[in-house]
Structures are given as structure tokens and as C-alpha cells.
């Protein structure tokens, strides 16, 4: 995978907090990129680190194509280059972790570790039925 220039808002974060923080963030952010005359280059993706009191470091953002301004908020990042595994889940996010166990179990049988954190690509908005949302769980590694 190629590294990929972002345009993100940051947040610590219970996980009982997230659904309402998402939608929020992702709309704030493509205010932001309208009024800097540019579209996000592909799906909303979140990238998470868990801290040891079971909150969550987030990322939110979308890939662009260049360099966007920043301000306090919103501002530039990337999503690593490297090799990574992929897998698509089809279902609801509250199922997502049979998925993150399926790639943790595919690395381990490789000899391969984690090297850095994951992140999730929604390829469908969430609405409609949950049973057909697609999420890609991107897990760089070494």
C-alpha cells in the first residue's frame, strides 16, 4: 500500500461515544474541504489506538489528493505506506471484532505481528440495513 495524505480531526474517546462523534466529525470535515474547494479522494476511514483504560486515541478522516490547509482542528496526516492485511467485513460495526480476530490469527499463523494500528474504511454509509454495511479492516505489519 501507498502512503496516503488525509485530512483529519482527532479525539480520545470512550467507544459508547463514538457513534455520536463520527458523523459530527465527518461532516465538519467536508464543510472544511468545500470551503478549501476541494472533495475528499475516497470513503470516510477511522484509525484507532487503544489506550489501557479502554478509551480509544481516534483519527476520522478522508484521503485527498495534495496538500490541504489546516487550522486547529481539522488538519493534515496520512495513512501509512507498507504492507498491510486486508479484510472486508459485511455486517454491522458492533461485529467487527470476529474480523479483527480473523486477521490477529492470520498474522500469527505467518509469523507476522501488528506494526502500528489498524484502521476501518467504510465503504457504505450507515443507513439502511447493518447487515449489508461494508468496512475494510486495513492492519499494517511486519
Known amino acids: 500500500m501507498t502512503e496516503q495524505p488525509t485530512v ?4 480520545t474517546m470512550a467507544p459508547t461515544e463514538m457513534s455520536a462523534w463520527f458523523p459530527k ?3 465538519e470535515i467536508v464543510a472544511f474541504l468545500r470551503t478549501h474547494h476541494t472533495m475528499p479522494a475516497g470513503p470516510p476511514f477511522a484509525r484507532y ?7 480509544f486515541e481516534v483519527e476520522a478522516g478522508f484521503p485527498v ?3 490541504v490547509a489546516s487550522d486547529a ?3 493534515m496526516s496520512s495513512l501509512p505506506g507498507g504492507t498491510v492485511a486486508v479484510t472486508v467485513h459485511v455486517g454491522p460495526y458492533d461485529t467487527l471484532g470476529e474480523n479483527y480476530a480473523a486477521v490477529a490469527e492470520w498474522l500469527r499463523l505467518r509469523g507476522a505481528k501488528a506494526a502500528g494500528d489498524p484502521w476501518e474504511i467504510y465503504r457504505d454509509p450507515p443507513d439502511g440495513d447493518p447487515a449489508t454495511w461494508r468496512t475494510e479492516i486495513v492492519q499494517p505489519y511486519e
Open 8 to 11: 483529519v480531526r482527532r479525539g
Open 25 to 27: 466529525t465527518y461532516g
Open 49 to 55: 489506538h487503544q489506550l489501557p483504560d479502554g478509551r
Open 65 to 67: 489528493v495534495g496538500v
Open 73 to 75: 482542528v481539522t488538519q
